[in-house]
């Protein structure tokens, strides 16, 4: 059958005539070759659908499952958001009661919404610097003994930053009450292949459905992800199903063939490209543990056994600039993009698809940053999570029309209609339904003075809409 990339070369070579979508027609005479419009088609003979895969897109799906090992794996085209929506959909039913971290994407709370469901939350422990650490298991069995009508759990690992919570505990805990274990693995495709971290991985943890974005870091194109599913604890006709409502019918087959070009690295170069990878992160560790003001998470993270030493994070919060300032620095001076950044820190994300150059060039621009910096005393802080106090479910808040927009300084005791967050990484500071307390005012007069761009569900802030 061969491979999907270069079926759809041989196709395009042999002059079919496209009496199909797409409406470009694969016609490079008139719109020329910058985009991949000639192996750029839709579910025509031969092949394969993605929605009933048998042929060419199941061999696809097939590797994913035997490089994972899960019991199957399906193609996300739509990014790893709708395998959350559809893996959270196909075990609840409408309104039951979710065990969910509070620091899960708003894709999460998006399932939650369209689902009426129940959320009770799991509060990740905070480190001295304010950045999320892991969920404790021992908060799963309390939180599951209190509710014995919990569906399911649902949390992030690895976080944004890297943190790695131990999800074989929480799974073992969340098994003995038959209750499934989803985790938004997003950020985690590439950690089975890493020394050191392949038994953190979540399906190697035993959790039900995985989440993985390949795009984030592994070499696959923007959007493209997998959706893993082991055990009897989730029906593999429930989450097709699902997929079939919220993964586009119409699905990219260049997408699908990056993915598979992704596997086929993995499978035939991953071991090598993985141990170069980690020689040059254990490389560029080292070269920064003596700055002075400006320091690395992964040198001073508490538990280095749960941690993805490939997002660096680098702390600001001993300098006299914030963790924006530093990404400006970077973007400005030297050419360097960062992922993304806050107050107290900026995130790069690293690949195997970098090279020892591409670290050399980090270090030598964090050094010579370093150098114009000024030690500034640490601030002690309070990053404690102090949960808004809930009025009304999230979906009755959305419905409830008898509302108000109002500037934000002005709505403490409110409750909020919209989602509040930054993004990224796209975690609600509060949920529609939630009431407006003095922590959250003071969390988004921070963000604002450190210029960092707080977002709302419509887009008018500073003004909120609230329940009248």
């Known amino acids: 059958m061969g491979n999907l990339l270069e079926k759809l070369e041989k196709y395009y070579n042999e002059d079919y005539l496209p009496m199909h ?8 005479e008139l719109l020329g070759e910058k985009l991949p419009y000639k192996i750029d088609i839709t579910e025509i003979d031969g092949f394969d659908d993605l929605h009933h895969a048998s042929g060419i897109i199941k061999n696809i799906e097939d590797k994913a499952r035997k490089i994972y090992g899960s019991k199957r794996s399906f193609i996300l085209v739509n990014g790893s958001t709708c395998g959350i929506l559809a893996g959270i959909r196909s075990v609840v039913n409408f309104g039951d009661k979710v065990l969910v971290a509070r620091n899960c994407h708003k894709s999460v709370y998006n399932a939650i919404e369209i689902n009426g469901l129940n959320p009770i939350y799991m509060l990740p422990q905070i480190g001295k610097d304010g950045i999320d650490r892991n969920i404790d298991s021992k908060q799963v069995e309390e939180k599951l003994k209190e509710n014995k009508d919990i569906k399911l759990v649902i949390l992030t690992s690895p976080t944004y930053e890297g943190v790695i919570s131990d999800i074989e505990a929480i799974v073992d805990i969340a098994h003995k009450y038959d209750v499934p274990v989803l985790v938004d693995e997003a950020h985690g495709a590439h950690l089975r292949f890493m020394k050191g971290l392949k038994d953190k991985e979540a399906l190697n943890s035993g959790a039900d459905i995985v989440i993985q974005s390949l795009h984030k870091t592994l070499p696959a194109l923007t959007g493209t992800a997998l959706l893993h599913i082991q055990g009897d ?27 598979e070009e992704c596997l086929d690295i993995i499978e035939n170069r991953g071991k090598e490209l993985f141990e170069e990878y980690q020689n040059n992160l254990k490389y560029f560790y080292n070269e920064v543990k003596n700055l002075k003001n400006l320091k690395i998470l992964g040198n001073e993270i508490e538990n280095k056994d749960y941690y993805d030493f490939g ?37 790069a994300m690293t690949s195997i698809c970098d090279n020892k150059e591409n670290f050399e060039r980090l270090i030598d621009a964090l ?38 927009f109002k500037d934000y300084n002005e709505l403490k005791g409110r409750i909020s209609k919209e989602y509040i967050w930054v993004y990224p990484p796209g975690i609600p500071l509060i949920t529609p339904g939630e009431v407006i307390n003095d922590d959250i005012i003071r969390k988004i007069e921070e963000f604002g003075k450190s210029g960092i761009e707080v977002r709302t569900t419509f887009d008018k802030f500073p003004k909120i809409e609230v329940i009248k």
């Open 233 to 259: 604890l989730v029906k593999e006709q429930n989450v097709a199903r699902e997929l079939s409502i919220f993964e586009t019918s119409s699905p990219s087959y260049i997408l699908m063939s990056s993915i």
């Open 367 to 404: 050094k010579k940053i370093e150098g114009s910096l000024e030690e500034k005393k640490e601030i002690s802080n309070n990053y404690d999570i102090i949960l808004p106090k809930k009025e009304i479910s999230i979906l009755e808040a959305i419905k409830n029309n008898n509302s108000e």
């Open 21 to 28: 979508m797409p409406g470009h027609k694969r016609n490079i």
């Open 311 to 347: 997002k660096i994070v680098i702390k600001t919060n001993k300098t006299n600039i914030t963790g924006k300032e530093l990404s400006d620095i970077l973007r400005k001076e030297y050419k360097i993009e960062l992922e993304m950044s806050s107050i107290n820190y900026a995130l």
